[in-house]
């Protein structure tokens, strides 16, 4: 029988599944779905599968979702053409991120709109097979406290206001599935009761919220926190604020950039801790300069300085990262000795049981989309498939000893 192309056989893999770990196992998969899962001692009928031979040492996991990404590969969500968004989807699986969410940032509101227009549009109707999927989109600002504004431009911060969120979620083609703010603002409360209500995540980032306004805001429904650390008010024994909040409330799940530059390896370690995989959510909140040289980029309208491994404005203030999803992995079991399937917890479940879509991503179970990576034994990745199609290949696999 000749095999089709829409039926790959992954085989002598280690599967991180979602009920167990199967050495030197199989996945079939099928029209962009997988089908089975198993031991490869007990696999027949694959005749009309195209076998691809995996190293028994390598290591076969669920798709990283990226909740958090401005750009990549010289292109921005802000950019606001479908060009811009094509750049993203083709440059993630190699760090094997299958899905994310194009993230804007705070700007005027024109260049906000076009690049809801464009990210909806893309989203509905220029969607590729093999390509990283956008699940929606994360609004980042402007609605955050100027006083941690961090890389967001200040002069075009405003406070919530639900008549302009319920127009963009109109221009986005109701692909808003995510927004950071500032609870403590003037209706930031009233903000994240109708985002909740709509089924938005209500993110808390970007503020100055003391405890007691965080868990006024966990009242109104948010429960998510951005980038765990970075520009909110910090842990203080009189005024536990928003890092205190997110490590003693378990209702907020929290993004965390493990860089290594954004948040120490200690903090890091002190942040998984008192969360636990279930509490973290890995993100990159990379800038267009990611997987480019160093050198002089754009973000926002400013001038960002990429320089061996930072990127900062000219001030000095961090300007998004150029972190690789597949280094966060490997970064958070060196930094805190958590387990490969604590890590995939964090970069795969828990940020797709956050936008509601666990039914279909961030696992590795029969009848769930393909989105699978296969990690070497360095934890390197090796391969990526995005809905059933090869996204990424290594062209050489290192240390071949197997």
């Avoid at 808390?204 to 970075?230: K, S």
Wanted: glycine share 8%; with cysteine; proline share 3%.
């Amino acid at each position: 029988m000749i095999p089709n192309d829409n039926h790959i056989l992954l085989k002598g893999v280690r599967v991180y599944s979602e009920e167990q770990i199967i050495e030197d196992g199989y996945i079939k998969i099928k029209n962009q779905k997988i089908i089975e899962m198993g031991s490869s001692n007990e696999l027949s009928n694959k005749d009309s599968f195209n076998v691809i031979e995996i190293p028994a040492h390598f290591n076969a996991v669920p798709g990283f979702v990226d909740v958090h990404i401005h750009g990549v590969a010289g292109a921005d969500t802000m950019d606001a053409t479908k060009e811009a968004l094509d750049t993203m989807v083709a440059a993630l699986p190699k760090e094997g991120t299958t899905s994310f969410l194009a993230t804007t940032m705070t700007q005027e509101g024109k260049q906000i709109e076009n690049a809801l227009i464009n990210a909806g549009k893309y989203i509905k109707e220029q969607q590729a097979q093999g390509k990283s999927e956008i699940l929606g989109i994360h609004l980042e600002g402007p609605f955050v406290n100027a006083k941690m504004a961090g890389a967001q431009p200040i002069q075009h911060i405003i406070d919530p206001d639900l008549s302009l969120i319920r127009e963009w979620q109109k221009l986005s083609n109701e692909t808003i599935k995510l927004v950071t703010l500032a609870p403590e603002r003037p209706s930031g409360l009233e903000m994240i009761r109708y985002l909740k209500e709509n089924g938005i995540v209500a993110s808390i980032g970007h503020t100055d919220a003391t405890y007691e306004q965080v868990g006024e805001a966990i009242e109104a429904g948010a429960n998510h926190v951005t980038h765990l650390f970075n520009q909110m008010r910090g842990l203080h024994h009189r005024e536990p604020g928003v890092v205190g909040a997110a490590f003693l409330r378990e209702e907020l799940k929290a993004e965390i950039i493990v860089d290594g530059v954004h948040v120490r390896p200690e903090m890091v370690n002190l942040a998984f801790k008192q969360k636990l995989s279930d509490g973290l959510i890995l993100i990159t909140d990379s800038m267009r300069a990611k997987c480019l040289k160093n050198g002089m980029y754009e973000l926002g309208g400013q001038d960002v300085i990429v320089k061996n491994g930072k990127a900062v404005l000219d001030d000095g203030t961090l300007a998004g990262s150029i972190l690789e999803m597949g280094h966060a992995v490997k970064n958070i079991i060196s930094y805190t000795g958590c387990s490969l399937d604590e890590a995939i917890v964090m970069a795969s479940v828990n940020p797709a049981k956050q936008l509601n879509i666990y039914d279909r991503k961030g696992s590795l179970a029969v009848g769930k989309d393909a989105d699978i990576v296969i990690l070497d034994d360095k934890m390197e990745v090796y391969m990526t498939l995005c809905r059933g199609a090869l996204a990424f290949k290594r062209e050489e696999i290192q240390n071949e000893d197997y």
